[in-house]
């Protein structure tokens, strides 16, 4: 009796093991590599840097004053599409690129500190031969990324444009950080699958981006991309970015914000606290645009972010 009770036990576990796995199988998005064969057939460039291959763009006349965007937490470069376009035609010499573990750049197996980001965004413009001042625009977390940069590199900084930031701040470690093949298991299972859709609340007017999802998508099918999307979290729970945000609004160089009244990924009345840590800043207020208004309002967000990188 108890061999067969301790038998059909086992043969439930394995069933009940093999039946998540086929769901885990399934939902898994993620069935292809980064490799040669890829990076050969995407639009763009590649450099080999310490942590691997970095995905990039820049364009643009030689001799322009250089203006590097950061994007946001999760979106590739072409988050910075109409904004690239922008700048080009006005004569600016323009990089953008995708962050370690987003779009078609490497995902590393490490920690995702800003200290990732910054060796990153150094060795990059290294790599490409850009050694004199530039001007820094970050997006969302892209505003965390050129706050470092700015705080550890001063003199290599000529001006800061803000678009919706976001920092780092204490919060709780996620559950199930400690024991990450589980909580990847359980993330592709139960909640990766509506992260293409949940970009969509970046938007005030989300029914004129119906493409949005299915380009976040592309990105998801590649290995790592949860891993390392996971791992962002985890790097950074305990990380407060007050002081490095007050430090570089010390320095006399100019600062523009910019930011979507409507936005209801990074609220607006953030703006109020950043303005006083940023003496020498100003904020432009643009009504009718969520978090990413420079596709919202284009003809808005473009015009006054040329003339102020041409002053």
């Not at 990413?292 to 015009?303: F, I």
Request: aromatic share 14%; net charge negative.
């Amino acid at each position: 009796m108890q061999k067969r009770w301790i038998a059909g036990l086992v043969i439930s576990v394995v069933l009940v093991v093999g039946g998540l796995w086929s769901i885990y199988s399934y939902a898994d998005p993620e069935k292809l590599e980064l490799n040669d064969t890829v990076r050969e057939s995407t639009p763009g460039n590649f450099v080999l840097l310490s942590h691997g291959y970095t995905h990039y763009e820049i364009g643009g006349p030689e001799n322009g004053p250089v203006v590097v965007l950061a994007a946001g937490f999760s979106v590739p470069y072409y988050i910075w599409d109409p904004t690239y376009k922008a700048l080009t035609d006005a004569g600016f010499r323009v990089l953008r690129y995708d962050y370690y573990g987003r779009g078609y750049s490497d995902r590393p197996v490490t920690d995702y500190k800003v200290d990732l980001h910054i060796t990153q965004l150094n060795e990059l413009l290294e790599k490409i031969h850009i050694a004199g001042p530039i001007d820094l625009v970050g997006l969302s977390f892209g505003g965390s990324v050129i706050t470092t940069f700015a705080y550890r590199y001063p003199e290599r900084v000529r001006k800061l444009v803000y678009m919706d930031p976001g920092f780092r701040y204490p919060s709780a470690t996620p559950s199930f950080s400690g024991l990450p093949s589980v909580w990847g298991f359980f993330t592709a299972i139960f909640d990766e699958r509506y992260w293409p859709q949940q970009q969509m609340g970046d938007f005030l007017h989300p029914d004129r981006f119906p493409d949005w999802p299915s380009r976040y998508s592309v990105q998801m099918r590649y290995k790592g991309f949860r891993r390392s999307r996971l791992a962002e979290f985890v790097s950074n729970a305990g990380e407060d970015q007050g002081d490095e945000i007050a430090r570089v609004g010390e320095h006399p160089r100019p600062v523009l914000v910019i930011w979507g009244k409507q936005d209801k990924t990074v609220l607006f009345s953030n703006s109020e606290w950043l303005m006083k840590l940023l003496p020498n800043g100003r904020l432009l207020a643009v009504e009718e645009a969520g978090h990413l208004p420079q596709w919202e309002q284009p003809n808005v967000v473009h015009p006054e972010l040329i003339a102020f990188l041409s002053q």
